[in-house]
């Protein structure tokens, strides 16, 4: 790959091959939708009630929260590269014993497995494409990689549509069959997958972190694009270096406001109710639809929205920002929910049910075009390199236990309430919108390494400690020329 494409063709290319683990994410999400209305699965597996429904798509969930915190630990130690072929593996074995499953503890195991591949890999992909990218495109690069998300669960539903012809097992067999296909050719590629060039660079291996630099810029190594990018990561990455290894208690007090910042972010895209669309469309459908598999089929042409949404968000982001397609998006998402409970609520017969389907679709366009990927980026923006593996860890773990709830207890809010579980969600739109204004900054247009000088927190204070400890160890040192240099050194990059 990286001998046939050079710069931004490389770039883009690998930040979407790599993204096969998002289209997974994406896959496995959407495929339990269209399985939930599937009769033979259902009578298979004894007509489970809604709450053990949405066990078996939560307990996904819980997996990839599980598996968030240990990914950092992979993440430093074998390289991003390496963490996405482990978290492959694992989705490989968690998708063939949902595919061969014949109990509701089987397949429960085998989506709690799955779970635990998505984990690794819903932490390393973001912080794996922001690492790659340059400050002007990061942002188009990191959601059109996030974009495939949206892609798998498009994908998921057409497949469940297709497959719901059969009048055979396969029915629900053949689509937990091809996740498995999906994330094997993830395994083989990510074999010629470059690797990050920051983690080369932390690893003393400047020669190869030089050569990815050239490779992505498509200039050569000693081009001054490259040479003033790789200068900006190793000067940088030399001060933390000092720093130490850091620790989950200094994510909470030195990193506190970049800490809330990442786990706010994911909870509350989680919380804007994207997934009651997302895991259960074929069932809202079905309330205004009736029953049948045409159900899934409306839930592929709403997947199919959010999709064309989250490819939209790639060219805005880098243009608009972050902070203004956040605060958009909830606004506009309150009134959609909004519209959502009063048509669910009203019975116009197939007025309803076409205003219904509308709205939905324009609210998943909605989220998709603000929210979707964009709250994967910024977590992987915010943090220094030296807290980035911990910090997305805290940041998607939040993402994954918010899923899990919102996965677990949509149905039985759904039966208990029926049209105000949208005002329920609608709320939470609400409470994002006022988090967005207060506390979140704008990371549009500036390296990773600028975006640490934005906050104003006890990063700076380590740095002027370690300048001041620097300076008390050279108050008996005569060579003024050395010590105004290192003083220096150490405020430029601090």
């Known amino acids: ?40 699965w259902l009578n298979l597996e004894g007509y489970p009630n809604a709450t053990m429904q949405g066990f078996v798509v939560a307990i996904f ?19 991003r590269r390496w963490t996405i072929l482990v978290g492959s593996l694992i989705f490989i074995v968690g998708g063939i014993l949902q595919t061969a499953s014949y109990t509701f503890a089987q397949i429960l195991i085998g989506r709690l497995i799955a779970g635990f591949g998505i984990g690794f890999l819903s932490t390393v992909l973001p912080v794996y494409t922001a690492e790659l990218s340059r400050a002007h495109n990061r942002g188009k690069v990191t959601v059109l990689g996030m974009s495939i998300n949206m892609l798998g669960y498009t994908a998921s539903e057409f497949i469940d549509y297709g ?16 996740q498995v296909i999906f994330a094997l050719i993830l395994a083989l590629g990510t074999l010629a997958l470059p690797e990050s060039p920051r ?3 932390s690893k003393q291996k400047d020669t190869l972190a030089i050569k990815t630099l050239s490779d992505m810029h498509g200039k050569h190594g000693d081009h001054p694009d490259v ?17 130490g290894q850091p620790t989950w208690k200094e994510m909470f007090t030195v990193y506190r406001r970049r800490t809330w910042i990442g786990i706010s972010v994911q909870a509350l895209g989680q919380m804007s109710g994207i997934n009651i669309v997302t895991y259960y469309a074929p069932k809202m ?13 409306f839930a592929g042409f709403t997947a199919l929205v959010y999709f064309c949404g989250a490819i939209i968000a790639a060219f805005l982001v880098d ?44 609210y998943v366009g909605t989220f998709g075009i603000t929210w979707a990927c964009v709250d994967w980026l910024y977590p992987a923006e915010i943090f220094p390199f030296r807290t980035r593996a911990k910090g997305m860890s805290l940041a998607v773990s939040s993402n994954w236990i918010s899923n899990f709830a919102v996965g677990l207890f949509t149905p039985p809010l759904l039966e208990a309430i029926g049209w105000a579980t949208y005002l329920f969600y609608a709320v939470w739109n609400l409470i994002a919108l006022f988090v967005v204004w207060k506390w979140f900054v704008e990371t549009k247009g500036k390296s990773l390494e600028e ?44």
Request: charged content about 20%.
């Open 227 to 243: 040479s003033q990018e790789y200068n900006e990561i190793k000067s940088t990455l030399e001060l933390e270096a000092k720093l």
């Open 285 to 297: 459908y079905e309330a205004v639809l009736g029953p049948g598999n045409q159900t899934i089929l």
């Open 451 to 494: 975006i640490d000088a934005i906050f104003d927190d006890g990063a700076g204070a380590i740095c002027d400690e370690k300048r001041s400890s620097t300076q008390s160890e050279e108050d008996g040192d005569f060579n003024s020329k050395i010590s105004i240099k290192k003083e220096e050194h150490s405020k430029d990059l601090c």
């Open 199 to 201: 983690y080369l660079v």
């Open 319 to 362: 243009r608009v920002g972050r902070r203004p397609l956040f605060m958009y998006g909830s606004s506009f998402m309150v009134i959609w929910l909004v519209l959502m409970a009063v048509f669910n609520k009203i019975s116009l017969g197939l007025t309803s049910a076409i205003l219904v389907i509308t709205f939905t679709m324009v």
């Open 1 to 40: 790959m990286k001998k046939l494409l050079k710069g931004n063709a490389l770039l883009y290319s690998v930040a979407c091959f790599a993204s096969l683990g998002q289209f997974l994410f994406g896959y496995d999400q959407g495929v339990m939708s269209g399985i939930l209305v599937n009769d033979r």
């Open 61 to 79: 969930e819980l997996g990839a929260w599980f598996t968030a915190y240990p990914t950092s630990w992979f993440m430093d130690r074998i390289g």
């Open 163 to 178: 497959f719901s012809f059969s009048a055979t097992e396969w029915s629900f067999r053949g689509p937990l069959l091809l």
